[in-house]
């Protein structure tokens, strides 16, 4: 922790050493020196203690909150990158992180699908399906490969698990599965429990699905992981592949799912 600590001070100083000070109304003066602002300018703007935050850019201040961060990230006009960073540093919640991301897939990213042959689809931040291509409509035949309805609520993978009856013979032991993929959405989502369109969902689920709200209240915990994954497809039968759940870093909520198939 204490490495950490002092990681955060030497970042703070390297930030506030980018700006000019008449930046922020401060005069330049000769006789500065260092370049950039003074800890007390920083302190100011920021509104808090020039000695607390003197202690902050020694590694002293075991405990920094989460409003000081937050004022001193908007003093220092940091990135989203930058921001997420300092808040690691302290071990702090960004109050920020709970403010929903755009939950659409870019262009690029979506027009990949249709350069991979085997089934893949991206999944928003509820788990949604933002887009799928041929194959992975093909593989969710009956699903996938059918028009939207009006007013219906956009497909979603856990809707597709628990409130689809043909699912429980189309997954290969559907309650594992569905155990599992519950335990991987609490652990994808624990930092955004309280997001109005995140309850909604849990509720829908736990009100029209007894196993949900059975799985959901065990509080399993589980990563989303890779490996096999085994359906009974209605017009060829048994056919397995190897997922691989990947992250654009830029979109990280966001999440492209590829299934290969097993050798024959």
């Given at each position: 922790?204490?490495?950490r600590?002092?990681?955060l001070?030497?970042?703070?100083?390297?930030?506030r050493?980018r700006?000019?000070?008449?930046?922020f109304?401060f005069?330049?003066?000769?006789?500065?020196r260092?370049?950039?602002l003074?800890?007390?300018?920083?302190a100011?703007?920021?509104?808090i203690?020039?000695?607390?935050?003197?202690?902050?850019?020694?590694?002293?201040?075991?405990?920094?909150?989460?409003d000081?961060l937050?004022?001193?990230?908007?003093t220092?006009?940091?990135?989203r990158?930058e921001?997420?960073?300092?808040f690691?540093?302290?071990?702090?919640?960004?109050?920020?992180a709970a403010?929903?991301?755009e939950?659409?897939?870019?262009?690029?990213?979506?027009s990949?699908?249709?350069?991979?042959?085997i089934?893949?689809y991206?999944?928003?931040?509820?788990?949604?399906m933002?887009?799928?291509?041929a194959?992975?409509?093909?593989l969710?035949t009956?699903w996938?490969?059918?028009?939207?309805k009006?007013h219906?609520p956009?497909?979603?993978l856990?809707?597709?698990?628990?409130l689809?009856?043909?699912t429980?013979?189309f997954?290969?032991?559907?309650?594992?599965?569905a155990?599992?993929?519950?335990a991987?959405f609490?652990?994808?989502c624990?930092?955004?429990?309280?997001?109005p369109?995140l309850?909604?969902?849990i509720?829908?689920?736990k009100?029209?699905?007894?196993?949900?709200?059975?799985f959901?209240?065990?509080?399993?915990?589980l990563?989303?992981?890779?490996g096999?994954?085994?359906?009974?497809?209605?017009r060829?039968?048994?056919v397995?592949y190897?997922?691989?759940?990947?992250?654009p870093?830029?979109?990280?909520?966001?999440?492209?799912?590829?299934?290969?198939?097993n050798?024959?």
């Amino acid at each position: 922790m204490d490495s950490r600590r002092h990681e955060l001070g030497e970042f703070l100083q390297v930030l506030r050493s980018r700006y000019a000070p008449e930046t922020f109304g401060f005069p330049a003066g000769s006789r500065r020196r260092t370049q950039g602002l003074r800890r007390e300018e920083v302190a100011q703007l920021a509104g808090i203690s020039p000695t607390w935050y003197t202690w902050i850019e020694q590694g002293r201040a075991a405990n920094v909150s989460a409003d000081a961060l937050d004022r001193l990230a908007r003093t220092l006009r940091l990135s989203r990158g930058e921001r997420n960073y300092i808040f690691e540093l302290a071990g702090r919640r960004d109050p920020l992180a709970a403010a929903p991301e755009e939950d659409a897939a870019s262009e690029l990213l979506t027009s990949l699908l249709g350069d991979i042959d085997i089934p893949a689809y991206i999944m928003g931040r509820t788990w949604d399906m933002l887009a799928w291509n041929a194959a992975a409509a093909e593989l969710f035949t009956g699903w996938l490969d059918k028009p939207m309805k009006a007013h219906e609520p956009p497909r979603n993978l856990l809707r597709f698990v628990f409130l689809r009856a043909q699912t429980r013979k189309f997954l290969v032991d559907w309650e594992t599965r569905a155990r599992r993929i519950t335990a991987e959405f609490r652990a994808d989502c624990r930092t955004r429990l309280d997001e109005p369109a995140l309850q909604q969902l849990i509720e829908e689920l736990k009100q029209a699905s007894p196993e949900f709200s059975r799985f959901w209240k065990q509080h399993d915990v589980l990563e989303r992981q890779g490996g096999q994954r085994s359906f009974n497809h209605p017009r060829r039968g048994l056919v397995i592949y190897q997922q691989v759940t990947l992250r654009p870093v830029d979109q990280e909520q966001l999440k492209l799912v590829l299934l290969k198939p097993n050798a024959p």
